[in-house]
Nanobody
Framework: QVQLVEFGGGLVQAGGSLRLSCAASGSISSINTMGWYRQAPGKQRELVASITSGGGTNYAGSVKGRFTIARDNAKNTVYLQMNSLNPEDTAVYYC???????????????WGQGTQVTVSS
């Protein structure tokens, strides 16, 4: 059993910053790729950023240069630093992790509960 718990969502003015965090806990052997997705009303869930176990990163074109993803492998935690926020960034943000659990040789996909980010103009 693995859980991902997210922190850091909230309301911010355009041009401001927020920092999201997501901590994984449970019977974890290792974590491969971790990432952040978001879903706005009336839109599909989309990948915002991802980071491999070795630190390689990938960003959506709309956030590249403004957002930074990082991870702390010792803490099983992934972060998303969001700068220069605009109203188009308003969405529910979900943490995702590909986890090798202790009881299985297979990798499972886990999701956080979601945290609301609202950017006002």
């Amino acid at each position: 059993q693995v859980q991902l718990v997210e922190f850091g969502g909230g309301l911010v003015q355009a041009g401001g910053s927020l920092r999201l965090s997501c901590a994984a806990s449970g019977s974890i052997s290792s974590i491969n790729t971790m990432g952040w997705y978001r879903q706005a009303p009336g839109k599909q869930r989309e990948l915002v950023a991802s980071i491999t176990s070795g630190g390689g990163t990938n960003y959506a074109g709309s956030v590249k240069g403004r957002f930074t993803i990082a991870r702390d492998n010792a803490k099983n935690t992934v972060y998303l630093q969001m700068n220069s926020l605009n109203p188009e960034d308003t969405a529910v943000y979900y943490c995702n992790a590909d986890v090798l659990v202790s009881s299985s040789p297979r990798i499972y996909d886990y999701w956080g509960q979601g945290t609301q980010v609202t950017v006002s103009s």
